[in-house]
T-cell receptor, first 115, second 114 residues
């Protein structure tokens, strides 16, 4: 089955530690995205990548880093510089072609808690 | 920058009744897409319905329909014959031309009362 797999689903981190959230898709999508979800804040864009080896900052990129070495993978690292990292993180992907309607497909999310 | 506003943080509806969720957006573009996503307690985001701005006809998907008012920059979602499984967070989203990322509203939590 095609889809987007995020891991781990739940993650606990001590303050000062970096942590990496995995996102893998087998939909052959070009573009991949990371959103952060907080109560009452909706979904806010952290980073996105349209093609391999290229990515752009979103609205709240500070304290986060990404890489896009493979089309299928777009890992997100939450660094110790992120002041309030406890949140629910959603990865999404879609085709890049303009002919596409732009529908995003989402993973099931990762819940990060800083202790 | 485009913004999406959902003015109703919470809504409730009786089972089998109809409810309308509001969404307004701000843009200077003339060509864009609008979406409604549902996020049930499982937190899996599910596309409910989409609307292309160049289409005047309102999109419909079974019990879900939209009222798209381009001049007013309004994009409301109507759920008819509400079911218990419709209880969820609903997010309105905007995407401009090209490959710009989706911009989401803050969401409306819908409760369905049996």
């Amino acid at each position: 089955d095609g889809g987007i797999t995020q891991s781990p689903k739940y993650l606990f981190r001590k303050e000062g530690q970096n942590v990496t959230l995995s996102c893998e898709q087998n939909l052959n999508h070009d573009a991949m995205y990371w959103y952060r979800q907080d109560p009452g804040q909706g979904l806010r864009l952290i980073y996105y990548s349209q093609i391999v080896n290229d990515f752009q900052k979103g609205d709240i990129a500070e304290g986060y880093s990404v890489s896009r070495e493979k089309k299928e993978s777009f890992p997100l690292t939450v660094t110790s510089a992120q002041k309030n990292p406890t949140a629910f993180y959603l990865c999404a992907s879609k085709f890049r072609l303009p002919a596409n309607t732009g529908e995003l497909f989402f993973g099931e999310g990762s819940r990060l808690t800083v202790l | 920058a485009q913004t999406v506003t959902q003015s109703q943080p919470e809504m409730s509806v009786q089972e089998a009744e109809t409810v309308t969720l509001s969404c307004t957006y701000d843009t200077s573009e003339s060509d864009y897409y609008l979406f409604w996503y549902k996020q049930p307690p499982s937190r899996q985001m599910i596309l409910v319905i989409r609307q292309e701005a160049y289409k005047q006809q309102n999109a419909t998907e079974n019990r879900f329909s939209v009222n798209f008012q381009k001049a007013a920059k309004s994009f409301s979602l109507k759920i008819s014959d509400s079911q218990l499984g419709d209880a969820a967070m609903y997010f309105c989203a905007y995407r401009g031309r090209g490959n710009t990322p989706l911009v989401f509203g803050k969401g409306t939590r819908l409760s369905v009362i049996a």
